[in-house]
């Protein structure tokens, strides 16, 4: 993984010059956030304090033959009372992509992201991995006509986890499609693609996908979708398995009026736990302590609402299932997420959050209820130092006593914005 990162910094500072013209977002913050249940035991709950110190870095360069977006935030926490070992917390993606020549380009992505190491588990530092995607490669689009155009791709894709236990990849993917513009407002087309995952086990997995595709846009509605087939195999040894079935993708936002949106996404795919699909379907979770090749689906629907005061309520319902072919095995997920924000002064802000999700195991039939509220205080002492408080409820409620817990929890932060 170190590897990957210092690829990444070595491409920013390759970047011309004149690619840099607009100065970074630099931030920083120190949170203390004191829990009754820090570890989220079922049985011999304990107290502690964790102080986390965290540095962000936001950049955008100008538009220009090369461009590029970065976002990254590193943070270190240490717990008084030693629940856990000192922690190091990594988010960030890194985006640059340079014209070669007209309708050719090459694209360099980086995504690092925390994840969660088993699904049924909880959102702990010894149930918590980092998942590094590096993807690069050239695209090449051909005008076929006024009204045609052809998209080739190669791409290259290395997944690495933090722990070495965990499922690591190399990937090389390759996609052919033709796109036809019938009218201003709507295009489409069919696309075949094929990757191949080389498992770090000794395993290989092959993935072809065949779809139709299409783009459709009106006043204040856009609609994007895909429906094709799938065939995966996978082979370890002598073993190999085959598994096919429909696949497709849906995406729908719609501009109900100046305040409030609302949209709707939804796919399904046939994959493995190191691709991206958790990266782009973020209320997924993939349980990395099972099998590899995975059956995915994913619904998530929601909206957004403005209010003349400021206010800002967003909600989001979500239902995702995975279904790990080779034992045979699901886990379904379901619930809402509810946030709402509010200024109440110049100076004070004030927010809530809630979130209910719901599992299912098939393996051992276990049901999980999880419930969490918080809500917290901002006040802004100047335009880039601010102190926040937040107070916090999480709890869980299942059929195996052992994964039920109860934690209240408080942080009190400081944030600053460096210019």
């Known amino acids: 993984m170190p590897a990957l990162s210092a690829m990444i910094f070595c491409l920013l500072g390759a970047a011309p010059a004149s ?18 249940n820090m570890a989220q035991s ?13 540095v962000g870095i936001f950049h955008e360069t100008d538009p220009g033959k090369c461009s590029a977006q970065t976002g990254a935030e590193l943070g270190y926490g240490r717990w008084w009372d030693r629940t856990y070992d000192p922690e190091t917390y990594v988010d960030g993606n890194f985006f640059g992509l340079c014209e070669l020549r007209a309708g050719l380009t090459w694209e360099v992505n980086d995504n690092l992201s925390q994840v969660k190491r088993d699904s049924r588990g909880t959102d702990t530092p010894d149930n918590r991995s980092v998942k590094n ?36 990849s190399e990937r090389y993917i390759g996609s052919a499609g033709w ?36 783009i459709k846009n009106w006043a204040a509605t856009d609609f994007t979708g895909s429906l094709g087939y799938s065939k995966l195999t996978s082979r370890f040894g002598t073993f190999e398995q085959s598994s096919d079935g429909l696949v497709g993708q849906v995406s729908i936002e719609r501009d109900v009026s100046g305040s409030l949106r609302l949209y709707l996404n939804a796919s399904q795919e046939l994959t493995d736990q190191t691709s991206d699909f958790d990266v782009r379907f973020e209320d997924f979770t993939f349980n990395l302590r099972e099998t590899t090749e995975v059956r995915v689906t994913t619904l998530n629907f929601g909206g957004e609402k403005e209010f003349s005061s400021g206010a800002i309520t967003r909600i989001s319902f979500f239902a995702n299932r995975a279904d790990y072919l080779r034992v045979d095995d699901k886990e379904d997920t379901a619930g809402v997420d509810v946030t709402y924000s509010r200024p109440i002064s110049p100076l004070w802000s004030f927010d809530a959050a809630g979130r209910y999700e719901y ?10 209820e999880t419930f969490s509220l918080s809500t917290g205080l901002s006040y802004s002492m100047t335009q880039d130092f601010q102190l926040t408080g937040s107070v916090g409820h999480n709890q869980r409620q299942s059929d195996a006593a052992s994964s039920e817990y109860k934690e209240n ?9 460096f210019r």
């Open 19 to 36: 690619v840099y013209s607009a100065p970074a977002t630099i931030t920083g913050a120190l949170d203390n956030r004191f829990s009754d």
């Open 42 to 54: 079922a049985d011999n709950e304990s107290s502690d304090t964790e102080t986390r110190v965290t």
């Open 133 to 168: 995607i590096f993807r690069t490669g050239p695209r090449y689009m051909i005008p076929l006509g006024a009204r045609d155009q052809l998209n080739l791709s190669i791409q290259y894709q290395n997944t690495e986890f933090r722990e070495p236990e965990e499922t690591d």
């Open 179 to 214: 796109n036809h513009v019938f009218h201003p407002t709507l295009s489409g087309g069919v696309s075949v693609s094929t990757n191949r995952a080389d498992l770090d086990t000794g395993g290989e997995i092959d993935t072809n996908v065949v779809s139709l595709n299409w």
């Open 359 to 368: 599992a299912y195991f098939n393996s051992n039939g276990q049901n999980d």
């Open 409 to 417: 929890w408080v942080i009190l932060g400081l944030n600053y914005q």
